[in-house]
Nanobody, 122 residues
Framework: QVQLVESGGGSSQAGGSLRLSCAAS????????MGWFRQVPGKEREAVAI???????VYSDSVKGRFTISADHDRRTWYLQMNSLKPDDTAMYYC????????????????WGQGTQVTVSP
């Protein structure tokens, strides 16, 4: 079973930047996409950014233009560069991988990392 490990979370003031990394212990299926998700207490886990095989990307409207997802060529490590952070970005961030789906809400859900906390102060 492939394991995912996130790193790079922490605290930032509004307007700042953070970079998250996700390292997979094994190969990711070509039919799987990789993504970043976030969750706050009492709410469902939401997709933030997805990268598909071939490197096409999709972003949620809330982060479009501020966050960038990328992946290493071997697809074992992927990243989330978060710029112009806002207090509303405060959440536990998870990397995930799973089957490709058209809808952002359904894509890449299957295997999860343990999460890394991101806190943005005003």
């Amino acid at each position: 079973q492939v394991q995912l490990v996130e790193s790079g979370g922490g605290s930032s003031q509004a307007g700042g930047s953070l970079r998250l990394s996700c390292a997979a212990s094994g190969a990711i299926y070509q039919s799987y996409c990789m993504g970043w998700f976030r969750q706050v207490p009492g709410k469902e886990r939401e997709a933030v950014a997805i990268i598909y095989y071939g490197d096409s990307t999709v972003y949620s409207d809330s982060v479009k233009g501020r966050f960038t997802i990328s992946a290493d060529h071997d697809r074992r490590t992927w990243y989330l560069q978060m710029n112009s952070l806002k207090p509303d970005d405060t959440a536990m961030y998870y990397c995930g991988t799973g089957p490709e789906r058209r809808a952002l809400a359904d894509a890449c859900r299957g295997l999860w990392g343990q999460g890394t906390q991101v806190t943005v102060s005003p």
